[in-house]
């Protein structure tokens, strides 16, 4: 797949608009006829522009006769996303917690249009996705993507769903897809969407100067953990570590990720392998970790509640 350049300078901006707003297959002087604003530039600056978009595989291009025809190569929704990712991948940041930041200051209607692309992408995958008929896993079966990189989540509700890409599946061992499905199970049968929400839902009441991050993405990945070991004693520590060891060389590619996609790596791969590869903790000392996760995202409401009280 072709690598795509998101970075634009204003006239490649005014050009992309114009692509979007009256393409598809427009020549130079169409792209002259209908810019706005800018009628006074020159028929060789326009054909630069075009080039350079094409170059960057922004535009794509036909020929007609000895000239060119330019078609905006995806719509604004899709470079916006992948600008979005290209700024995540290049801070290395942790996808959850920036969309969570993204979110903040998002409107109750933008929240209302996220849950609707939600139970979306669900029909979708019920639609475009291949049935794995599964009976150990406890969830409506198992969809199979065609497209995508490989990447493996789940999706907790009412019908309970597991999806992976078919690359995924290519590129595990028959073992390791049995690891694979018995972490997202795992996921699913302790509803650690639950535990995450309790934890974003007092991360995010907090006023953002005094907000614990650090403890936030530790609460992501304690689910992970949990799911670790869960997988880890139902088919084996091994099959396990091996599945995440290839699901992190698979890298993120030039498609986008889910945001639940859990096994595609990430810097905390070695932190899990050890993690479930040591002797598993006292049940009592895993519930004192889980409060003092809570106690670290509440403490600031704690500091603040006599002074608000006041």
């Known amino acids: 797949m072709r ?3 998101t970075s634009l300078g204003d006239l490649e901006k005014v050009v992309m608009d114009t692509l979007w707003s009256h393409g598809p297959e427009l020549s130079v002087r169409d792209v002259m006829e209908h810019m706005e604003g800018e009628k006074d530039l020159a028929y060789t600056t326009i054909m630069t522009v075009l080039d350079r978009l094409a170059k960057k595989g922004l535009a794509d291009r036909t ?12 719509s604004r929704e899709e470079l916006a996303a992948t600008a979005l990712r290209g700024a995540l991948e290049n801070v290395r940041a942790d996808r959850k917690l920036a969309m969570m930041h993204f979110l903040d200051d998002a409107t109750p209607a933008e929240i209302d249009d996220l849950r609707r692309l939600r139970e979306e992408h669900r029909r979708m995958v019920d639609v475009t996705g291949r049935r794995i008929a599964r009976p150990d896993a406890n969830v409506e079966g198992v969809t199979v993507l065609a497209r995508g990189n490989p990447t493996v989540y789940c999706l907790p509700g009412q019908h309970d769903r597991i999806v992976l890409s078919q690359a995924a599946v290519d590129r595990l061992t028959p073992e390791q897809l049995d ?4 972490h997202e199970q795992a996921h699913l049968d302790q509803r650690h969407d639950l535990l995450l929400e309790l934890f974003t839902v007092l991360h995010e009441a907090v006023p953002r100067p005094i907000r614990a991050e650090e403890a936030l993405r530790e609460a992501h990945l304690l689910a992970e953990m949990l799911a670790d070991r869960a997988a880890a004693s139902r088919v084996g520590a ?3 570590a091996h599945a995440l060891v290839a699901m992190a060389g698979a890298g993120a590619g030039d498609e986008p990720l889910p945001a639940g996609a859990t096994l595609t790596g990430g810097a905390q791969v070695g932190v899990r ?5 040591s002797d598993p903790a006292h049940p009592l000392w895993r519930a004192a970790v889980v409060a003092a996760g809570v106690l670290a995202l509440a403490l600031p409401w704690i500091v603040l509640l006599p002074t608000a009280l006041d």
């Open 3 to 5: 690598q795509r350049s």
């Open 63 to 74: 020929r007609d006769g000895r000239a060119w025809r330019y078609t905006a190569a995806s």
């Open 179 to 182: 690891a694979v499905l018995a």
């Open 238 to 240: 091994v099959p396990l």
């Open 273 to 277: 392998l050890r993690a479930f590869a």
